[in-house]
């Protein structure tokens, strides 16, 4: 069975500040990792994947997030906060393409100015 | 920008009443999901479907059916609404035929019951 595991329910950054939030993961085979953004009232919608080939992913909004099997983690970072970012994040993992997501608990992102 | 719809946004309603809350996408996804999320609180998968007459039960158990007649639509059903079904309820779309496969999803439903 898989799992996943953000650490920190709530993270709080002050404006221009590095944001770093952390996931972990289990599964029995490789795994695809999704982060996930949700904005108050709305749905999810993707930050970033990774699936296979380089380990360092990029995604929307300046964010990006690094594969590191050996630790098995998919942190999530972007260099410097922007009010906007103010949002609950969740990452989530799956098997392998088309099998169904897993999803952490989320982590709650409030910027300060 | 995902084109999966879902309606209504919000409902308030008694309990015992049979609600339908309706998805629909234009992507032509075959791969439909039904998540429940509590306040603050991970999302739970509760129904799936890989295509036309394919519903399977999800990682959470709910007293919601669902059905999959055609493509576009995933409706999910509560026969008869009760408080603990308060929740917000997500409904995503997939196609695993684009190679790398990722879920889009809608605003969601916001349910409160009585």
């Known amino acids: 069975a898989q799992s996943v595991t953000q650490l920190g329910s709530h993270v709080s950054v002050s404006e221009g500040a590095l944001v770093l939030l952390r996931c972990n993961y289990s599964s029995s085979v490789p795994p695809y990792l999704f982060w996930y953004v949700q904005y108050p009232n709305q749905g999810l919608q993707l930050l970033l994947k990774?699936?296979?080939?380089?380990?360092l992913v990029k995604g929307i909004n300046g964010f990006e997030a690094e594969f590191k099997k050996s630790e098995t983690s998919f942190h999530l970072t972007k260099p410097s906060a922007h009010m906007s970012d103010a949002a609950e994040y969740f990452c989530a993992v799956s098997k392998a393409a088309g099998n169904k997501l897993t999803f952490g608990g989320g982590t709650r992102v409030l910027v300060k100015p | 920008e995902a084109d999966i719809y879902q309606t209504p946004r919000y409902l308030v309603i008694g309990t015992g009443k049979k609600i339908t809350l309706e998805c629909s996408q234009t992507m032509g996804h075959d791969k439909m999901y039904w998540y429940q999320q509590d306040p603050g609180m991970e999302l739970h998968l509760i129904h799936y479907?890989?295509?036309?007459?394919?519903?399977e039960k999800g990682d959470l158990s709910s007293e919601s059916t669902v059905s999959r007649i055609r493509t576009e639509h995933f409706p999910l059903t509560l026969e008869s609404a009760r408080p603990s079904h308060t929740s917000q309820y997500l409904c995503?779309?997939?196609?695993?035929?684009?190679?790398?496969?990722?879920?889009?999803f809608g605003p969601g439903t916001r349910l409160l019951v009585l």
């Open positions: 990774y699936t296979t080939g380089a380990t």
């Open positions: 995503a779309s997939s196609d695993p035929g684009q190679g790398q496969e990722t879920q889009y």
């Open positions: 479907s890989y295509g036309v007459n394919s519903t």
